[in-house]
T-cell receptor, first 110, second 117 residues
Framework: GESVGLHLPTLSVQEGDNSIINCAYS??????FIWYKQESGKGPQFIID?????DKRQGQRVTVLLNKTVKHLSLQIAATQPGDSAVYFC?????????FGKGTMLLVSP | GAGVSQSPSNKVTEKGKDVELRCDPI?????LYWYRQSLGQGLEFLIY????????KSGLPSDRFSAERTGGSVSTLTIQRTQQEDSAVYLC???????????????FGAGTRLSVL
């Protein structure tokens, strides 16, 4: 079946740096993507979404970029804080549910 | 309620026993999802409810797994004759129902950590 995957399993950054988490998807027909953040012991928390008719969407300190040509999605976190330490998942919307990638762990050092 | 609530938060059981996991979705959310998350892995879709019916149960790994939802609210995931490979975190999510269902943001509970000894 189609899959969604991440390039980097772990990303370590210093507090204040910008972080970029990448995700590749394989279904060229996919038209909706979501990024979730999961802290230890908690369920995934919605961060930001993007539809395929957009290339970029910005939230508070976060930006999602979508490159449909190469089927690539990225999440940029500006001025990364220790509280951003978590596992980040991209997810691709099928008809009735989401297909999640394996996740990238972001470690932020003070 | 304020968020998706799952119980118990942790469950330890012996191989061969049956377990029931409960999910209380956000009030008013008609769609409810169950996922399984193994250690260090992504989320594996199990089943999706729209109201009390389950249009998509394609992710249930075997006939030992079943789920029901009553009153369009609470859902129970049942695993019969548990095996060690069933050990995982079972996550529930709910969403509103607008347009194509998968485009509605899913809100997750904290999960039930199941350990089968």
């Amino acid at each position: 079946g189609e899959s969604v995957g991440l390039h980097l399993p772990t990303l370590s950054v210093q507090e204040g740096d910008n972080s970029i988490i990448n995700c590749a998807y394989s279904n060229s027909a996919s038209d909706y993507f979501i990024w979730y953040k999961q802290e230890s012991g908690k369920g995934p928390q919605f961060i930001i979404d993007i539809r395929s008719n957009m290339d970029k969407r910005q939230g508070q300190r976060v930006t999602v970029l979508l490159n449909k040509t190469v089927k690539h999605l990225s999440l940029q976190i500006a001025a990364t804080q220790p509280g951003d330490s978590a596992v980040y998942f991209c997810a691709e919307a099928g008809y009735s549910t989401l297909t999640f990638g394996k996740g990238t762990m972001l470690l932020v050092s003070p | 309620g304020a968020g998706v609530s799952q119980s118990p938060s942790n469950k330890v059981t012996e191989k061969g026993k049956d377990v029931e996991l409960r999910c209380d979705p956000i009030s008013g959310h008609t769609a409810l999802y169950w996922y399984r998350q193994s250690l260090g892995q992504g989320l594996e879709f199990l089943i999706y409810f729209q109201g009390n019916s389950a249009p998509d149960k394609s992710g249930l790994p075997s006939d030992r797994f079943s789920a029901e939802r009553t009153g369009g609210s609470v859902s129970t995931l049942t695993i019969q004759r548990t095996q060690q490979e069933d050990s995982a975190v079972y996550l529930c999510a709910s969403s509103q129902d607008r347009g194509r269902i998968a485009k509605n943001i899913q809100y997750f509970g904290a999960g039930t950590r199941l350990s089968v000894l």
